[in-house]
């Protein structure tokens, strides 16, 4: 569905992507990790079509999609929840809602994707009218979210989703990841929790200096002592969240 051929992206003679390939099958979760200023966000933000990249091309459903201008990338199903949120906090939380719902396909089923994203975050419900600044770090994670489903997006593209949240909340917030992709929704995940990102993905890649330095399932990834060593914590193993239910606290 999504494939990336020796792209280039820099921040003006400051390059940040080197010949970056990878390929996203229809359906699947892919997970980028990898140390800080490694060029996750450089790399999940020119898919979105916020940056552009200076060479290589960029294909989605075989249309390479590369020059377009990033309004196009939205109207050809790219949603992106990004880092920090980025929502309008004086606003409600319906109308940020809302605001993931305008492009005419998403519009036409907008009570429909309004009722999928209270099932996926219940707590919701009961803050549909208040300002979204008045949400915890936790519930405005959600709504990033949801706002995102609200586009009923073909490729969903998640930026540090987990960052800054308790790990109780991270549990709720990839519960909501799992069915989403379980419904066949492709995704990138960018993910700082390794350990967390190994459970969703059925592919993970690493990124360093902007340069993919290993890509496989987490099972090839996590048996491979060199990458575990230098990239995944050491000895990390893949640990199972504590269970409860979505409240977003």
Known sequence: MLKLTDVEVAYGAAPALWGVSLELHRGELFSVVGPNGAGKSTLINTIAGL?????GTIEFDGVDITRL????????????VPEGRRLFT????LENLEIGSLLPRARANRSGSLEHAIHLFPVLK???KAPAGALSGGQQQMVAIARAVMARPRLLLLDE???????LVVHDVFSAIRHISAEGVTMLLVEQNVATAMTVAQRVCVLEQGRIVAEGTPQSMMS???IRRAYLGGDLGVDTPPQRTVNGD
């Open 69 to 80: 201008p990033p309004h196009r990338f939205c109207a050809a199903g790219i949603a992106l």
């Open 51 to 55: 940056l552009r990249a200076r060479s």
């Open 161 to 167: 989703p987990s960052l800054g949240l308790s790990p």
């Open 90 to 93: 004086t606003m409600s939380v």
């Open 126 to 128: 009961e803050k549909l």
């Open 224 to 226: 491979r002592a060199e």
